[in-house]
């Protein structure tokens, strides 16, 4: 496949687009449509938060572009990212939010704090990780047909390969952890 079809696949899959369509699917399913809405408005908040952030970074030459290419520059952006998620989670338990919305920010909480330790040495790939663990949380809440999606985060770990923003090990890596950390999480917090 085309280096453009690659390009089209890292934006439409990127993490900020796959983590809002999560939260807003599971808020809905957790919450109904009328609370469901004001519970996604609520944990957009802290995706759309730190995304602002990374295209500030980006547009004033912090780092290389939004999704943050360059290892070293990483750590800054992610620790808004956690800081944004831990501020929404709060809001949801002192709220009474839905338990599902809960545990799957408490599986983006572990899954940033590993992605940072790991930076540190190795670049993870985020956008793997975040299509796995919605994957893996999507099955979790709906059932084993959303595995379905499973395909998706294989053309996102492709993409990032093609792009050669990541290796094979780093997609996969990216993949199998936050994976298992979406769902060991959601299992012992839902």
Do not use: Y
Request: aromatic share 6%; proline share 4%; hydrophobic share 60%.
């Amino acid at each position: 496949m085309s280096l453009r079809a690659a390009k089209v696949v890292t934006e439409v899959l990127a993490p900020t687009v796959v983590l809002i369509a999560e939260l807003i699917a599971v808020a809905l399913i957790s919450a109904g449509p009328v609370k469901g809405l004001g519970w996604a408005a609520l944990v957009m908040c802290s995706v759309l938060l730190p995304f602002g952030f990374v295209l500030w970074g980006a547009r004033t030459g912090r780092w290389d572009g939004h999704h943050v290419r360059g290892r070293e520059h990483r750590t800054l952006p992610l620790l808004v990212g956690l800081g944004s998620v831990l501020a929404g989670l709060v809001l949801l338990v002192v709220l009474d939010g839905p338990r599902n919305l809960i545990a799957v920010e408490v599986a983006v909480v572990v899954g940033i704090i590993v992605t940072v330790v790991v930076t540190r040495w190795w670049k993870i790939s985020v956008h793997a990780g975040v299509a796995a663990g919605a994957v893996t949380n999507l099955v979790q809440i709906l059932g084993p047909w959303w595995l379905l999606l499973v395909p998706l985060v294989v053309l996102v770990g492709w993409s990032r390969v093609r792009l050669t923003d990541h290796t094979a090990a780093q997609v996969t890596v990216g993949a199998v952890v936050n994976a298992a950390i979406a769902g060991t999480v959601f299992a012992l917090v839902s």
